[in-house]
């Protein structure tokens, strides 16, 4: 295992990741975890992450000394190779020239982190501190124009340090020197697979639960799904799934869902239509928080009382993923910003007595789907869409009624089906509707028409951490367009979303 330790850098999500492509286990911890606990966990290699802060500040976060004394390589990446180098006794001070993008970088030869490298490579910098005195042991191995110190090496300790980030695409060798770093230094096996998750997975599942009951929130989202088909393959009939219709699915979902479990997979499942009370628990709600938390409260209320009538049930399957507990729990994993609550994270009352089943809670959204093609899920199954658990709540901005959840359902369906016709479904990492609380002037059958206007959201992105809005061709766009003014009654206009995340987020509320 590589651990990554988290300073706070908005890039540490892409260093566990760099690894994990190279079927080597890697984890993102706090910044400050024990050294003994990395050497419970077996670990082979530490990286310590780069960092918005500066060494020298009274409050600057460093990592536990001890992790310097454990006789196993270290590599640094930016704040992170300041950080070894302070605490190394070597110096740090502000740099009179900030350096911040693409900088050409020259290796030196003959060192096993730069095999591979040309003589001279493009690497991503993103600094405003220097090293002006090596620790003892070190010298430096690589330097750009404006920095003479852009790489540091310990051949005693195997210490190394970068000063520019090699997990981002901006520098393209950056792979290739991880992986010396994970393989060549550290010497790791690229054994870490998905069938070696399953098969390690099972055996604790089954050990975990032996005879006892495990109940499962079934939404037919891939998270879900993918966990409930891993835990029907490891104690079979001790799982019981609860599927809750709050009636702000998509389209035909909830009978999608209950022919795919119920009918193919053969798993205890209770379908439950709970739109009735949640459309009256919303009405006249337009607050978005408020939204999620009624949302959020009826469905362990319906969800509580479908599983007391199953008898004593002893586990709970959540389909928690990494990027939540990353987003979610900031503090425990380090100084990264929290940027929003995770509707499964957190929030189950102490009530419900269950010992939690995360299965997922390591794997980035990527893995899980790879996760669910192991398993042998359909294909649209397992390329669904992210879907956020409070449904079309949150993408009908204002009140929430039956007329207007239809109004959504209908023309998300159509657009789905001119995204899919365009081959752009697995290309695109979300696309979706959003009915707006605004109507619109227009003109149809030479009559005027103030009717309501759609916002198409369209993002591209690996893990939904950052996201772009998708290029759409323009001439899909405008079949959806035709199609929504067309064919749902009710819409006018269309509009579509041209922002990112950040400074955006993917749902609108």
Known sequence: MIAVLDFGSQYNQLIARRIR???IYSRILPHNIPADSLKEMGCSGIILSGGPASVYLRNAPRPDREIFDMGIPVLGICYGMQVMSYML???VAKSKKREYGYSEFCPAKNTRLFAGIGKHTGVWMSHQDKITRLPKGFISIGKTDNSPIAAIFDKKHLFFGLQFHPEVAHTPEGKTILANFAKKICGCKSNWTMSSFIKNEIKEIRTLVGNRKVVLGLSGGVDSS??????????????????????LLRKNEAQKVKKV???YYKI????????????????????PEKKRKII?????????????????VDFLVQGTLYPDVIESISAKGGPSATIKSHHNVGGLPKKLKFRLIEPLRELFKDEVRKLGTELGLPEE??????????????RIIGDVTKERIKLLQEADSRLMEEIKKADL?????????????????????????????????????SDGMTADWAKIPPEVLSKISNRLINEVKGINRVVYDISSKPPSTIEWE
């Not at 891993?230 to 079979?236: C, E, G, M, S, T």
């Not at 509707?433 to 030479?446: E, R, Y």
Request: net charge positive; proline share 3%; hydrophobic share 45%.
């Open 268 to 287: 205890n499942m209770r379908a439950i239509d709970a739109s009735g009370l949640f459309l009256k628990r919303l009405k006249g709600i337009k607050d």
């Open 89 to 91: 006794k070597g110096k």
């Open 261 to 263: 479990f119920k009918e």
């Open 425 to 461: 479904y697995r290309k695109i990492w979300q696309v979706f509707c959003v009915l707006l609380p605004i109507k619109s002037v227009g003109v149809m059958g030479d009559e005027r028409t103030y009717e309501n206007v759609v916002a198409i959201r369209a993002v591209t992105s």
């Open 381 to 394: 199954m397992v390329w669904r869409h992210p879907f956020p658990g409070p449904g079309l709540a949150v």
């Open 21 to 23: 492509e190279l079927n």
């Open 296 to 312: 959020g409260r009826t469905f362990i209320e319906v969800f509580e009382r479908s599983s007391q009538k199953m008898g004593k």
């Open 226 to 247: 993918v966990a409930a088909v891993l835990l029907h393959k490891a104690i079979r009939k001790h799982l019981y799934c609860i599927f809750v219709d709050h009636g």
